[in-house]
């Protein structure tokens, strides 16, 4: 493996990680670091044939979430094996389900970097209480945290009381070009699929589960429609609040003005931006990030937003976007309108602007290796 310091990423119950390939394909360029990468999943990873595809190595450990505790249990033994056959000089994982047996194994194993993106901050305290005390463990056996947003870094040491030495603020970022590739075609065909020719559409991107708020989207629709009757609220993704969501938007009378459409090829997203006039970030008051914030500002889409995760780090109030300071549907209903009326001020350009600055992929990686480098005492 050469003179290059060994990183291992670390990712459970995800079959293909996009930001795990954005390292992938970066580390190729390095000079000083090389990736490995495991999944924890309960089917073969498409990671697999990805990392491979560019000469990386990915170790596929089977985890079935139907049986989170025996599964965590088996991975730590997995796990500490594997370390001591590939003797990373970095173990880096990123949600709680391999943070936990990732760091046991490693402190076990004798790997002094443990080096935690905490990813899922939060999740815990508001959804899962009983889990709050190995969040806390997680901090204790972690050697360097890594809050993806302020408002994270604060709670991650007010809430979770880690060492505040511990903990460092790198946000998330995004490849500028290939977040930003719109198709003039696919921003057609999307129009002519969803009807949204001469519409004003209010966009929305995520997992149809409860934490992501999207029923605050509908209650927001209902004050709008009448005022503008040619708005669309578009929601691109699947879960299990879908049947919920559209019977409430019937009884709101907006199911004509809301539309779901079901998953979207991941290649479409940057076009589905593209047909945006606003995008409605609907997510409760605790997110550690928020990627598709990221995704939108950089094209150049401004965003009405509760003061959570990225927002409250790149996001100026009436300058590139407009952040609400109540979650409630009439303060959601006046942002949309504030951006509406005052297209003049160029929002989404400004809000392009910083986003790409401050939120691209090479700052990132230039972050995170700076990290690596003090970690690691070079």
Known sequence: MSNKKHIVMLMANNSSVPYFNWFAERSLLSNEYI?????????????????????????????????RQLSMIKAVFKLFWLFKKIKPDIVFPNLFDDTLPSLIAAKLAGIKVRHVIK???????????????????INRFATELIAVSTQAKNFIIDCEKANPKKVFLIPSGLPVESTTAQSEA??????DKYQLHDK?????VGRLIHWKGHKIIIETARLL???????????????ELKDELLQLAKEYNVAENFILTGWMDRNDIPSFYGVM????????????????????????????STNTGCATDIMSHKVNGYIVGERTALCFANGIEFILQNKNLNFGEEARKISCEK???????????????????I
Not at 186 to 191: D, H, I, V
Request: charge should be positive; include cysteine.
């Open 277 to 304: 006039d606003i995008y409605f970030h609907s997510a409760y008051s605790m997110e550690p990030f928020g990627y598709v914030m990221a995704e939108a500002m950089m094209n150049a889409v401004p965003i009405v």
């Open 359 to 377: 939120l691209n992929f090479e700052t990132y990686w230039q972050a995170h290796t700076n990290l690596f480098k003090k970690s690691l005492g």
């Open 225 to 239: 429609v009448k005022k503008y009757p040619q708005i669309r609220f578009v929601i691109a993704g699947e879960g």
């Open 186 to 191: 696919r921003k057609q065909f999307l129009k």
């Open 35 to 67: 990736f490995s990468f495991v999944a924890l999943h309960n089917e073969k990873p498409r990671m697999i044939e990805e990392m491979e595809k560019r000469g990386l190595k990915c170790y596929w450990i089977y985890f079935d979430p139907a049986k």
């Open 200 to 204: 004003i559409v209010i966009g929305s």
């Open 119 to 137: 990813q899922d901050t939060g999740f815990h305290w508001n959804y899962a209480p009983k889990g709050i005390k190995y969040d806390r463990l």
